[in-house]
């Protein structure tokens, strides 16, 4: 302990010095001192004796490479090989090159965010997506608000708080780990009242429940499970009677909104947004970034004195959207305005992949490592094999879509090449199967089969077979 170098002599190695010239003397003197403490732990753990010389380099080595990671950020961009199109952990959907162009434009400069130009008087950021909205789904009034769990949220609050909200019980999902119905009815002040049974809800079981408390009928998508077998569930036509006969609005929480029937592409139907809109039903809510293909968002859409009341509602300043998520989900809307959005927005185009085209995808991916196998490092197999992609975020849990894959057989551990896949920069995320590294090519974008093929012979330097 004795020989512990002190802040200065640190401040004073020439490789800290030189840190001076990119960052503030107190971001460096702070980080100087928290590996110092760090220092004096370890050496107290492992009770092991260096030398004042040793332990100053150690430090200041630590230091500086501590300094370049702070400086370098965390967050960076990886190479998802996983094959699953919506990753919760890889930022779920992709947005397209128009709304990425859109949210640049704007970003570095001045915007009519909350400003009518027309008239020169302020304005409101809610207006701008609210007209494509409407035309596309078919509704009256729409609001965009953080993301699905805020759209919830703000719904119930706004429609039912203080009331009873009816949900049949094979309905009370919850959405990675963090989105709950019963915790989100407790949250909006609402008081949550299940009926029926796990796997069958009949109508009589909502109307049994009517009091005259009830607030809403509330049906939630079981998005990311199915409940299989003797099973029944109250279909949306339904309970917009019910609510018709007993004047109680009924709300549908989508989750996974999609705009586009993808079972002309061979996945099972699901309800579209505007299917939900067409059964009558008063409020619709769904993100924006799962089979929508936008950003992160929640969309509330339905009948417009509802929507004017949420408006109006104290938690919408809680939950409101910035302007670049405006730009990026304007930009995504006017794709489904053009007749193709399968071809514009990245995540519908992976989902509609067809398995030719990946197939010739992952016969290239496959040629690329061989030629960079030819320079140095060797893997002694590859080869094209097909796989099962999914679609994630919670939508169509049960569907595999057939894809196809590179399969690597490295010369070490596949669990540690892909450890340090993810290393790199950008990082890749791949699966392992049956100890091969598997890289499906679904989820790979334009230009990252080439970049993937020398990360491939990085990971593997310094690996002999
Ligand atoms: C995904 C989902 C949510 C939560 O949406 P976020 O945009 O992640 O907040 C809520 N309800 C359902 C049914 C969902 O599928």
Excluded at 150 to 172: C, D, K, P, Y
Excluded at 275 to 285: F, R, Y
Aim: aromatic share 4%; charged share 25%; proline share 4%.
């Amino acid at each position: 302990m004795r020989n512990l170098p002190s802040v200065d002599e640190i401040l004073n190695d020439p490789d800290v010095i030189e840190l001076g010239a990119d960052f503030a003397r107190t971001i460096i003197v702070g980080k100087v001192r928290e590996v110092l403490t760090n220092k004096r732990l370890e050496i107290m753990k492992k009770d092991k004796a260096f030398t004042r010389e040793e332990m100053k380099a150690q430090v200041a080595v630590e230091v500086v490479r501590k300094m370049n990671e702070l400086s370098d950020g965390s967050l960076r961009r990886v190479i998802n090989a996983t094959g699953v199109v919506l990753h919760t952990n890889l930022g779920r959907a992709v947005m397209s090159p128009q709304a990425v162009e859109h949210m640049a434009n704007l970003a570095g400069g001045y915007s009519n965010l909350e400003f009518d130009l027309d008239k020169g008087t302020r304005g409101s950021r809610y207006s701008h997506v609210e007209s494509l909205l409407t035309s596309l789904i078919g509704c009256e009034a729409a609001l965009v608000v953080n993301n699905n769990a805020a759209a919830v949220l703000l719904a119930l609050n706004t429609l039912a708080a203080g009331q009873e909200v009816i949900v049949s019980r094979g309905q009370l999902v919850e959405i990675g780990g963090s989105f709950r119905i019963p915790e989100i009815m407790k949250l909006s002040g609402c008081r949550l009242v299940e009926v029926g049974t796990t796997n069958k809800t009949h109508l009589r079981d909502y109307e049994e429940a009517i009091t005259e408390n009830t607030g809403l009928l509330l049906s939630v998508h079981t998005s990311n499970y199915r409940i299989l077998g003797f099973t029944h569930e109250v279909g949306l036509d339904e309970l917009v009677q019910l609510g018709r006969k007993r004047d109680i609005p009924v709300m549908h929480d989508l989750g996974s909104g999609s705009m586009l029937d993808l079972s002309p592409w061979g996945l099972d139907p699901e309800p579209t947004v505007q299917q939900s809109i067409a059964s009558g039903l008063q409020i619709v809510t769904f993100s924006g970034d799962k089979l929508l293909g936008g950003p992160q968002a929640g969309i509330i859409a339905g009948r417009k004195e509802h929507i004017e009341q949420m408006k109006k509602n104290q938690l919408l300043r809680a939950l409101r959207v910035d302007k670049l998520t405006i730009a990026a989900l304007e930009a995504s809307m006017i794709s489904y305005m053009a007749n193709d959005p399968a071809e514009t927005l990245p995540v519908l185009s992976m989902i509609t992949r067809t398995p030719a085209q990946l197939k010739e995808a992952a016969e290239k991916l496959a040629d690329l490592i061989k030629q960079e196998n030819g320079r140095g490092a060797l893997i002694p197999e590859v080869k094209v094999v097909e796989t099962k992609d999914t679609v994630g975020g919670g939508a169509y849990p049960l569907q595999e879509l057939p894809g196809y894959a590179v399969e690597i057989v490295t010369p070490r551990d596949p669990e540690i090449v892909s450890a340090r896949l993810r290393s790199l920069k950008p990082a890749v995320v791949a699966r392992i199967q049956d100890d091969t590294l598997l890289l499906s090519v679904r989820t790979l974008l334009p230009g990252d089969d080439r970049v993937l093929a020398g990360l491939i012979h990085q990971s593997l330097e310094g690996t002999s077979i």
